[in-house]
């Protein structure tokens, strides 16, 4: 696993430990379904509910994948396994990724406006630097705008092991 893998998945730990209970459970992505969707301005009930269903689901793969304990919640110990296996998690990561970038794109034009992605990304918990960093680097319209397809990409890109240098880890180096 590269360095850069271990950082990501240490920075996204934390911001999933929205309670700070230092391990994640089911009320940890309830909390942050929950402020993830406050800031989806202009998304409608069914997105908010579809990404309410992928927090879910996400919560559910990890705690059946990775308790590894069964003590009912998730260490950063446990948690980690979910990069050296990506193959276990690919479908629940790719079903998050399109249910949060379409809360980015309440208007289904394929484009997120950038004032809307940094309510979601900061929303989840990222730094503000580093998502208007990695916004930048998605190199963005002359209207300020991005396509879905690629940040759905880089939120993939963001849980390979082997992936290094890619712009994903602007959010570390700027958390
Ligand atoms: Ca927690
Ligand atoms: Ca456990
Ligand atoms: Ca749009």
Known sequence: MQAEALDRI??????????????LAADDFELMAARVSAAATGAGEDAKSAALAAFRRYWSTLASEL????????SFE???????SPERFEETINDFAESLAALGDPDGDGLI?????????TAIGF???GVNALFDAFEPTEADEISVATWVAEIKDYYSPDKAGIAGDRLVTNA
């Open 10 to 23: 240490k920075l996204i730990f934390n911001l999933l430990d929205a309670d700070g209970s230092e391990n």
């Open 67 to 74: 308790d590894a304990d069964g003590d009912g919640v998730v």
């Open 78 to 84: 446990e948690y980690t396994a979910c990069v050296l």
């Open 113 to 121: 406006e950038r004032p809307l992605f940094v309510a979601l990304m």
């Open 127 to 129: 730094d503000l630097a």
